[in-house]
């Protein structure tokens, strides 16, 4: 079983820039990949960015690509997602997964966060 706690998320004027965290436990967490899904309100949860367990291989969609850069920290057991030029349509709340990736890099999610909210304001 893995436990993932999401933080960092908040209001940020279009343009400016957040962190968010992923703290991540369990007996077996670092042999699953991480990544970052969102939500916005009446679309589907999408994939935004995923890392490899070594953390050699990243993924990102094309509509952050450039913008937003995955990280992982295994000593702190954490996953961060750096998120910059923050748009108006970046809104969502943004959920941490674990689990397995495939041969492109999408992630395929085996646990969940509970999620953290990120306004941007135009």
């Known amino acids: 079983q893995v436990q993932l706690v999401e933080s960092g998320g908040g209001l940020v004027q279009a343009g400016g820039s957040l962190r968010l965290s992923c703290a991540a436990s369990?007996?077996?967490?670092?042999?699953?990949?991480m990544g970052w899904f969102r939500q916005a309100p009446g679309k589907e949860r999408e994939l935004v960015a995923a890392?490899?367990?070594?953390?050699?291989?990243?993924y990102y969609a094309d509509s952050v690509k450039g913008r937003y850069t995955i990280s992982s920290d295994n000593a702190q057991n954490t996953v961060y997602l750096q998120m910059t030029s923050l748009k108006p349509e970046d809104a969502a709340v943004y959920y941490c997964?674990?689990?397995?990736?495939?041969?492109?890099?999408?992630?395929?999610?085996?646990?969940w966060g509970q999620g953290t909210q990120v306004t941007v304001s135009s």
């Open positions: 369990g007996r077996t967490f670092n042999r699953y990949a």
């Open positions: 890392i490899s367990w070594s953390g050699g291989n990243t």
């Open positions: 997964a674990a689990g397995w990736r495939t041969a492109m890099g999408v992630l395929l999610p085996s646990y």
